[in-house]
Each structure stands twice: as C-alpha cells, then as structure tokens.
C-alpha cells in the first residue's frame, strides 16, 4: 500500500512560468519530508525538505509547502528552467522508524523552452 | 574520488543465478540503504544498515541478502534471482538518522 503518492506522472510547464509538483501522505505521523530530482541514468539527488513544525521552506527557487491537515505537501519551482526537466520525487520518514524513508511514484517534469 | 559508487552498472542474469550488486561509501556515513526502482512504484526500500554489523529490512526485502561488515561496503545478493527482481537498484547512504540521503547511479538488473 503506498503510503506516498504522486498522483500526477507527468508536468509540462513553459520556461519561466511556475512548476508545482503535489504529493500526498496517508499515515499522519510522517514528521519529516524531503524532495529529490532524478535526472536519467543518474541516482536521485536531493532538492529541498521540510519538518512537520513547519509549512513551508524555501531554497532559492524551489519551495517546499506542508500543509498536515490535509496531508498534502507541494513543490514550487519559480521560474522553470529547461535544466528543471527531471523527474520529481517525495519522500517522507517517520522518526520512530529511523531512516526508513517511503517515496512516491514520481512526477516527469518537461519544461518548454 | 569521494562519494559513493555501485557496481556493475548494469548486469544480466539467469533465472536461479546468485548475484551480487556492490555499494561503496566514502564518507563514513554510518547509514547505508538499498532502493529498487520500478515502475509504478517509485523507489522501494529492500533493507537498511545504522552501523557495520547492523541491518534491518524495508518494505520489500523477500528474496534478498545483505551484510556490512564494514562500514563502508554495503552488498546486496540475490540468492536466486527471479524475473521479479528485474529493476534498477540505488544503493545510498547518510550520515545520520532522519538526515537527507547521498544515491548511488544505479545498477539496472535483468533477470531472463
């Protein structure tokens, strides 16, 4: 059962305009989430995260929502660059499990040049 | 060079063949994980380690063997591949608990 998920496979954005990648959580107790970019034939790298004290963070483009009543959480990226064109990966981990983090499906960003 | 490396990168096996996918850290992270990545099912976690000697399983951890008597190698063996465990593999590592992880380039594995 996943217990992190991407329902959108697939983003097409124009240059310059706003990526927003979603992801969904069911088990409320996930206290620690993160974002990776996945070029291909390349391992993920790491983007971005956000704890469960707070709703947002932000780096530089990319910003991280957290929004734990709803269980959702976003990923802007302002302005899309060509370079953005990845896939999109949340994780989230739960600390009494220690480092077990579950990922989601992924989102293929495209962005248009 | 500093980081970390798996190897092969990508390999072909038989069905019932043991393979052996190897993981490699340099930077004495005490954390070290493996992810198969399949379609549909983002990235899977098949077993963990806190510390050399230490291991426990993930989500998916039927079929699988690891070991890490040190604390920067860290293998994963399939005792008897099946077409099942035809995937892409990312070994990764991090330095401590609930810290952000460090992926390897993959090992794409096909099981005929």
């Known amino acids: 059962d996943q217990q992190v998920k991407q329902n959108s496979p697939s983003l097409s954005v124009q240059e310059g305009r706003i990526s927003i990648l979603n992801c969904d959580y069911t088990?409320?107790?996930?206290?620690?989430f993160l974002w990776y970019k996945k070029y291909p034939a390349e391992g993920p790298t790491f983007l971005i995260s956000i704890s469960s004290i707070k709703d947002k963070n932000e780096d530089g483009r990319f910003t991280v929502f957290l929004n734990k009543s709803a269980k959702h959480l976003s990923l802007h990226i302002v302005p899309s660059q060509p370079g953005d064109s990845a896939v999109y990966f949340c994780?989230?981990?739960?600390?009494?499990?220690?480092?077990?983090?579950?990922f989601g499906t992924g989102t293929s960003l495209t962005v248009i040049p | 060079d500093a980081g970390i490396t798996q190897s092969p990168r990508y390999k072909i096996t038989e069905t019932g063949r043991q393979v052996t996918l190897m993981c490699h850290q340099t930077?004495?992270?005490?954390?070290m994980f493996w992810y198969r990545q399949d379609l549909g099912h983002g990235l899977r976690l098949i077993y963990y380690?806190?510390?050399?000697?230490?291991?426990d399983k993930g989500e998916v951890p039927d079929g699988y063997v690891v070991s890490r008597s040190k604390t920067e190698n860290f293998p994963l063996t399939l005792e008897s591949a099946t077409r099942s465990q035809t995937s892409v593999y990312f070994c990764?590592?991090?330095?401590?608990?609930?810290?952000?992880?460090?992926f390897g380039s993959g090992t794409q594995l096909s099981v005929l």
């Open positions: 994780a989230a981990s739960l600390l009494t499990t220690g480092n077990q983090f579950y």
């Open positions: 088990n409320s107790m996930f206290d620690y």
């Open positions: 930077w004495s992270h005490s954390y």
């Open positions: 380690s806190a510390a050399a000697d230490i291991t």
């Open positions: 990764a590592s991090s330095p401590g608990r609930d810290e952000k992880l460090f």
